[in-house]
């Protein structure tokens, strides 16, 4: 097997420690050197001056949780290539023998070029990434209390849900922020109905009859208040792309120039891809990358489906 790389180390990532195996071939024989590492800062640039005592060029390490992360932000300032795996992959590479730990196996993998390397993007996009991803999950926790709030109206008969399609929008937060106050009068809360709401006061009437009790009450002011701090987080959030979009505002613009894609698309397309196409070989590439390549097997269903 074609050796590419005759000094190379494969890392064995895990909380709390490192396992480094560093791997020569001189005059065609194999030395390997094993060494442990904490994963504190001052031990990871241990890791890294042994590293480059050591002459390694390349370095292999498994996808780990976040694990790798601060690793790899360390070695990155290193003169090093560094390799991200799939630990899918690397694991089902032939020839692996249950003996062979971790960062040896992923040594001698690095030393003949059989690890596909994973799209680590630069830091700008990092950040870009972890804010949007971070706002994804804000989005889902928002809908999570609207939820709540419904089954807690729906606790005291409130059928508010069943009259207006959104009962944290302004319609419905004016009814509810009444009921928290102690307003029980069906006329008196249906009237602060938003014009535009296509239910008739008989209807909104009907739907906000109910018995609201204390503890209801206590209820829908705790999921309101905690609602108020995502949305003041989502506020957050989006101000901060705002203000690091500057290097990507032009490919965000192009991407918004495509049907159905907003603004807010455009950003978390970028954020994923990032904007150095040369990182994929052809479209083919980036399309399998993204996962919107279908698989064989789904490729015949559709066939199937057509005939």
């Avoid at 060029?57 to 690793?71: D, Q, R």
């Avoid at 207006?164 to 106050?181: F, K, P, Q, T, Y």
């Avoid at 906000?208 to 987080?233: Q, Y």
Wanted: charged fraction near 25%.
């Amino acid at each position: 097997m074609e050796l590419l790389y005759p000094h190379c180390a494969g890392l064995d990532l895990h909380k709390e420690t490192v396992v480094a195996c560093i791997r020569h071939m001189v005059n065609h024989t194999v030395t390997t050197l094993v060494k442990t590492f904490k994963t504190t800062t001052q031990e990871l640039m241990a890791l890294s001056d042994w590293l480059s005592e050591e002459g390694v060029t390349h370095i292999a390490m498994e996808a780990t949780g976040v694990y790798w992360k601060p690793v790899w932000h360390i070695l990155s300032d290193g003169n090093f290539s560094l390799v991200l795996a799939n630990a899918a992959h690397v694991k089902n590479v032939p020839g692996r023998k249950t003996d062979v730990n971790d960062a040896t196996w992923l040594a001698d993998l690095m030393a003949h070029g059989l690890i596909r390397a994973s799209f680590v993007p630069e830091e700008p996009t990092q950040q870009m990434r972890d804010l949007l991803r971070t706002r994804k999950q804000f989005v889902r926790e928002r809908s999570s209390h609207t939820q709540r709030i419904q089954k807690t109206l729906e606790d005291a008969n409130i059928k508010l849900d069943s009259v207006i399609s959104n009962v944290a929008g302004v319609s419905g937060r004016r009814m509810i922020e009444a009921l928290i106050a102690g307003q029980t009068d069906p006329e008196a809360l249906a009237a602060l109905a938003d014009g535009r709401i296509r239910a008739t006061a008989a209807e909104l009437e009907a739907a906000l009859r109910g018995r609201v009790t204390a503890h209801h009450r206590f209820m829908l002011r705790l999921h309101l208040d905690h609602l108020d701090a995502v949305d003041a987080a989502i506020f957050r959030i989006d101000k901060e792309v705002e203000g690091n979009l500057e290097p990507f505002r032009v490919a965000c613009e192009m991407l918004t120039t495509m049907p159905g894609v907003g603004a807010l698309a455009a950003e978390v397309i970028v954020s994923e891809i990032g904007i150095d196409m040369s990182r994929f070989k052809t479209e083919g590439h980036l399309i399998s990358w993204a996962g919107l390549c279908p698989r064989n097997d789904e490729a015949r269903a559709s066939a199937v489906r057509i005939a």
